[in-house]
């Protein structure tokens, strides 16, 4: 029992960047595009059950947005990526919100006829799988994915989605 405590003592940690993160939302315009890292193997489940891969979304401008029912800033920021959604699928970008909730659909969709959001469809990640390979433990977290499949950019806290120009900052971001 010592020597594994003496072991997972000494294994270093990834800091967690908690002076970065702010509950002010900040401007899509403000983020900036870093080198592309693949994201394999990373899947969200419907509201089904249904397992979906991100690399099912592979050739599309992707956008995942992970949240939660008990995340203050996910709630604020929720209804104004709902608005903008439709603009930014016309615009060819795939929008995934993933809830990281445990009990999934259970108690996702609820909260979101209670917020008159019936229509916004989220994806699952129960397992909270996405956030922990990429060691991030902030909420709300959002990925930006080129047409390749790769990462890069990701925000860790809300973002301004109420903004004329959103679909066009996303797709120079991403492309």
Known sequence: MLAGT?????????????QDITDTPLS???????TPQPLTGQTVTD???TEH????FRGRPTVVHLWATWCGPCISELPALARITPAL??????VLPVSVDHRGPEVVLPFLRKLHMEDFSSYYDQRRAIPASL??????LTLFINRQGEL??????????NTPDAATVLLRLMT
């Open 89 to 94: 699928t016309t615009s060819g970008i795939a």
């Open 47 to 49: 509201k089904d059950g």
């Open 135 to 140: 060691e991030e433990s902030s909420l709300p």
């Open 152 to 161: 890069v950019c990701r925000h860790a806290g809300p973002l301004l989605w």
């Open 28 to 34: 899509l315009a403000t983020l900036i595009k870093e």
């Open 6 to 18: 003496l072991i997972a003592g000494m294994t270093p940690r990834k800091p967690l960047h908690a």
């Open 53 to 56: 891969a991100l690399d099912d």
